[in-house]
Each structure stands twice: as C-alpha cells, then as structure tokens.
C-alpha cells in the first residue's frame, strides 16, 4: 500500500520540474514564504505557463480526489465492522478516535482547499494571509495529530495538564506581584 501511495505522487508530481524546467523567468526568483509549491514557482514565469497551470490543477484535483475517495472508503468501512462488535467501550473509544481523526483531516483539507484556490482565483487575498494560512497548512495537521493521538495516553495526558496547571500557577502569581 506504501508503494502504492510513493508511485501514485512520483508518477505525478515528477512532471512539474518538466514543465517548470522549461519556462522562461524573469529577474525576481524570490518566492516570498517559507515554502515552495508549484503554484509560487509558476507566478515567477514571465512566459505563458498556461500548460504547467492546466497541470497543476490536474494534479490538485486528482489527488484531492483520490484522497478524499481513500479516506472515504475507509471512513464507511471502519465503523461498520466496529459497529458489528458487541462491546459498547469499543464503541466509545472508537468514535472518540474517530472523530478526533476525523477533525485532523478536515484540519489539514479547509487549509489545503484555502491555498489551492486563493493561488488560482484569489488575486484579493493579502499577502501575508497565504503565508499564514500556508504555514497553518503544513505545520498543525502533523502537530494537532501527534497531540490527539498523545493525549489519548493517560501518562502523557497527565503530564501535559500539570505542566499546564504550573504554568497558570505560575502567571497567577506573577499577575498578582
């Protein structure tokens, strides 16, 4: 399934150096954020990129689409053979992990759905908007993921609440000196 998912992106994301490769550029090749996509190496063209455009919204589309399918699949799949068990603490524990999952992956979709069509259609939008939403886009999903599934373990679930409580401890005391 792994190599499955690797082939799906070389297969088609490799193109995109292809097509940026030979585009001609102007003088500033500066991309502004802290991250490179296809999109942002594209708005530096000064020649018609109409086809790597065509591409790369071919490519969005495609593996949004498959992920989305995926992720679908599996999410009607899962619960019907949890539901099956006759156990109602599986139940719960199931629908708490499925859910807090479930809030992961929309996470990183409404970001995801955000850059892909303010980079196309949304010439408004400031600046500094995409470059926060870009950064929310690829930094939180794998940080909000590793706090649900964290969380969800009793030891580091008690240690992050009385590090925590130490530090309100703590900002109580310093507001009242």
């Known amino acids: 399934m792994g ?3 690797l082939a799906h992106w070389v297969l088609l994301v490799s ?5 940026v490769r030979r585009l001609p550029f102007c003088q500033r090749c500066l991309i502004s954020h ?14 018609d990129a109409t086809v790597s455009v065509i591409y790369g919204l071919f490519v969005a589309f495609m593996v949004v689409g498959f992920d989305v399918f995926i992720i679908s699949v599996s999410y009607a799949i899962i619960p019907q053979a949890v539901l099956r068990l006759l156990c109602t603490d599986t139940h719960l524990k199931f629908f708490s992990t ?3 999952h479930f809030c992961v992956i929309l996470e990183y979709y409404i970001p ?8 196309r259609f949304g010439h408004n939008v400031p600046h500094h ?3 926060r939403v870009g950064n929310l886009y690829l930094l939180t999903p794998p940080v909000l993921n590793t706090v649900v599934d964290g969380m ?7 240690r992050v609440l009385y590090i925590f409580q130490q530090k ?3 900002a109580v005391c310093a507001c009242l000196i």
């Open 168 to 170: 309100v401890i703590w």
């Open 152 to 158: 969800k373990t009793k030891l580091i679930r008690e």
């Open 129 to 131: 908007v995409h470059i």
């Open 112 to 119: 995801a759905f955000f850059m892909f069509l303010t980079h």
């Open 98 to 100: 499925y859910m807090s």
């Open 15 to 19: 193109p995109f150096s292809l097509l």
């Open 3 to 5: 190599s499955l998912v």
């Open 34 to 47: 802290s991250y490179c996509e296809h999109m942002a190496v594209v708005k530096l063209v000064c020649g």
